[in-house]
Nanobody, 122 residues
């Protein structure tokens, strides 16, 4: 089970750090992805990190502003979000990949958290 936390309301230009904690299932050998879904829109890829933290990939819209990481024990993953914009407003989900390296497609992931709301005011 994956559980996200850390969402909230922030002004444009501010920062938030999301956490994703794994319980009941080890994800130490799995990549983790972050996705988001804004109202009325499809869920979209945000970032992914490989099982060992060595490989990361980001959507163009967040590159340079967001950083994905994972704790050494690999049971907690993070998404540091800086320079937030109103268009970053969405429900953010973490997801466990089927393999050691995640992709940008939702089909690469087979376990999902319930999401945490991020709202960026202008």
């Amino acid at each position: 089970q994956l559980v996200e936390s850390g969402g909230g309301l922030v002004q444009a230009g501010g920062s938030l750090k999301l956490s994703c904690a794994a319980s009941g299932r080890t994800v130490s050998n799995n990549a983790i992805g972050w996705f988001r879904q804004a109202p009325g829109q499809e869920r979209e890829f945000v970032a992914t990190i490989s099982w060992d933290g060595a490989v990361t990939n980001y959507a163009e819209s967040v590159k340079g502003r967001f950083t994905v990481s994972r704790q050494k024990a690999k049971s907690t993953m993070y998404l540091q979000m800086n320079s937030l914009k109103p268009e970053d407003t969405a429900v953010y989900y973490c997801a466990g990949a089927r393999g050691s390296f995640g992709g940008t497609s939702q089909s690469s992931y087979n376990s999902w958290g319930r999401g945490t709301q991020v709202t960026v005011s202008s």
